[in-house]
């Protein structure tokens, strides 16, 4: 009898410790759902960078674009043709999961549709201007500003509701402007925006510090102002918040990836330990800080539940301001 107890022991745990093998990836994918540039595509590097140079992968990760909607078409593309595709993920922000919440992503579609997987970092929203823009302060911008509204065309990704237009709309509030009475432009993505900011076609892009690493060392950017509690560390440590110079203007970024939504526990939990092997490794933490983005560690069960806490409350946000019904 104790015999046959120990051999069902063994072969219970010989069958745990297959099925918790019973998938990797072959193919590995991140989706990044706008065109080259900006948050999407600094997401997917950060895992395919990552994980790749942490070694945590048997090959290397591609990163495929998939602009359109500001990630609905990913999002409906995975919902329609990939719901059980083990080996892609798809990048998301927060301003991705306020989109969700306001049905922009098709109204049959919500939160319940992906598998919400891990998380990349945190971010936070920052008052962009070109390097050679006459405001050196976020004082002097607020300034102009109300001098003259309609002068000013704030431009970043994303229509009206959006994240980005969230942001541009708190930097008009925190002027004592009517955020009805901006002109707001839409791009797709971080990266025309930039390009729309370069060209003179917009004056102020209320992006992510995430996108600006590489901007601020070219010099052809500055940041006037960042929308945290506190000040960042490291190259930005120098970049006053917002709240420092007496504008209540704050926007933390979640940044993080989801599978399909029929994808196997087996591909979950897979994805799930790679994301908390990431999290342990000083390669994988160093490729998140030097995209400018704070760790977050979080990843499975308690990421998925904390991704579909975000959607409830930006849903009743977005009700409070009008948005939706």
């Not at 060392?217 to 006037?224: F, N």
Request: with cysteine.
């Amino acid at each position: 009898m104790k015999h046959t107890t120990r051999t069902l022991l063994v072969a219970l745990g010989l069958a745990s410790s297959l099925s918790a093998f019973a998938f990797e990836t072959d193919k590995p994918e991140c989706i990044a759902p706008a065109k080259p540039g900006g948050g999407f595509d600094l997401t997917c590097r950060i895992a395919s960078n990552g994980f790749g140079d942490a070694g945590l992968l048997p090959s290397p990760m591609a990163v495929t674009f998939m602009p359109g909607g500001v990630g609905a078409v990913a999002y409906n593309h995975i919902n329609s043709n990939r719901r059980d595709d083990g080996d892609a993920l798809v990048a998301f922000s927060s301003g991705s999961l306020l989109n969700l919440a306001q049905g922009k992503w098709g109204k049959q579609l919500d939160e319940n549709d992906a598998r919400w997987v891990g998380a990349a970092g945190v971010d936070y929203g920052a008052v962009i201007v070109k390097s050679d823009a006459p405001w050196n302060t976020l004082g002097e911008l607020v300034e102009a500003i109300k001098a003259d509204p309609s002068a000013f065309v704030l431009g970043a990704g994303g229509g009206v509701g959006s994240q980005d237009w969230m942001k541009a709309a708190i930097l008009m509030k925190s002027a004592g402007v009517d955020p009805k009475k901006m002109r707001y432009v839409a791009y797709e993505g971080g990266g025309e925006a930039i390009a729309a900011l370069m060209g003179g076609h917009i004056k102020v892009y209320p992006g992510d510090m995430g996108e600006m690493k590489g901007q601020l060392e070219a010099g052809r950017m500055k940041v006037l102002a960042v929308m945290s509690d506190h000040r960042l560390e490291g190259e930005f440590k120098d970049i006053p918040t917002a709240a420092e110079q007496g504008y209540d203007a704050e926007w933390a970024i979640l940044r993080g990836y989801y599978l399909g939504p029929d994808v196997s526990d087996e591909a979950y939990a897979y994805w799930t330990d790679t994301f908390n092997k990431a999290y342990e490794n000083p390669i994988f933490l160093k490729t998140v800080e030097d995209k400018g983005l704070v760790p977050y560690k979080s990843a499975g069960e308690a990421f998925d539940a904390d991704v579909k806490k975000r959607v409830n409350l930006m849903r009743e946000l977005a009700k409070e301001a009008g948005l939706i019904n």
